[in-house]
């Protein structure tokens, strides 16, 4: 049992903190065990359900799943030559399992400022691997989130992406990861408030205000979900915009002032996730989970295809 230091005159100061230091340490490993046991049964839980997407499990495993890949040399190294996967790749997840490690693989290890355009990078997961250890990251979303992580000098801005509070030519590097869909549409499924005026896809004018805050020689890396046009409601309001071939050519005639812009395409199968093209990649639906709890035999979990550009201005 441990002393009662209040009571007990006899201890030192030194020796109190000493002893409320180490209490502190029991509870917090004590909290981390339950945590983890509480974790390891829900994958479990997932993966003993059939892996159904968004069922108990889910997310943890996907996270789980995208630490590894970011591990893995030679999965990074197919992501960055933009080769071949294995089959069953990120079979039953949705399209962060691509979009995590394409990104990653194209981020220099250079202590840059970094702009999240969106948010899809602040989880502990991502915001912890080597490539973020020595950069200026600011993460700029609609609202505050659940989590954050200031802690690690990660820096929180919320507002408008047509509207950035940023001097030109600040950022070396900006992602934006299946943000620009978002633009202009329904998003209380994310601000919990009220929207206001007209719903309609504004990404084009996203990107100008991205292009107007990268310095000359940044990157910019963005995806958005791709495939056939599709708004993609919640509550039956459209929240989000799938691109196709036509939003797609709409979306890079506004990059042609940068000095260079590149497309690549996955998609989604039976077989899990692999490189593509947009021609194979131009028929595919978006599963919406918001919309039915019946799944595919494919057992998407989202988006079946993604275009991922990348710019340098």
Not at 74 to 94: I, N, R, S, T, W
Not at 218 to 232: E, P, T
């Amino acid at each position: 049992m441990l002393p009662d230091m209040k009571r007990n005159k006899g201890f030192s100061e030194k020796t109190k903190s000493l002893l409320k230091n180490m209490v502190r340490k029991i509870f917090a490993r004590a909290r981390t065990a339950v945590g983890t046991r509480s974790a390891r049964a829900d994958v479990k839980a997932y993966i003993k359900g059939g892996r159904k997407p968004w069922s108990r499990g889910y997310n943890l495993s996907k996270f789980d799943f995208v630490t590894n890949v970011l591990n893995n040399d030679e999965l990074m190294a197919k992501f960055g030559a933009q080769q071949v996967l294995p089959d069953g790749y990120g079979y039953g997840y949705d399209e962060r399992v691509v979009e995590y490690p394409w990104t990653l693989s194209r981020l220099s290890a250079d202590s840059s400022k970094f702009l999240d355009a969106g948010s899809v990078f602040n989880f502990r997961e991502i915001v912890e691997h080597p490539k973020f250890s020595g950069k200026h990251v600011t993460i700029f979303t609609l609202a505050p989130e659940k989590h954050a992580f200031w802690e690690k000098g990660i820096s929180y801005c919320y507002g408008d992406l047509r509207q950035l509070p940023f001097r030109d030519n600040w950022f070396d590097e900006i992602c934006t990861i299946s943000t620009l869909g978002h633009v202009g549409m329904d998003n209380r499924i994310y601000t919990k408030k009220e929207g206001s005026g007209q719903i309609g896809l504004e990404a084009e004018k996203a990107v100008k205000e991205l292009i107007r805050v990268l310095r000359p020689g940044g990157k910019i890396l963005a995806s958005v979900v791709f495939g056939k046009h599709q708004l993609i409601e919640w509550n039956g309001s459209p929240f989000a915009e799938q691109f196709d071939s036509i939003l797609l050519k709409s979306l890079l005639r506004v990059f042609s002032s940068c000095s260079s812009v590149s497309v690549s395409f996955y998609i989604y199968t039976k077989n899990g996730w692999n490189i593509s093209t947009e021609e194979e990649c131009q028929g595919v639906e978006y599963f919406n989970i918001h919309t039915t709890a019946l799944f595919d035999p494919d057992n998407a979990a989202a988006a079946r295809a993604v275009a991922l550009i990348e710019v340098v201005k």
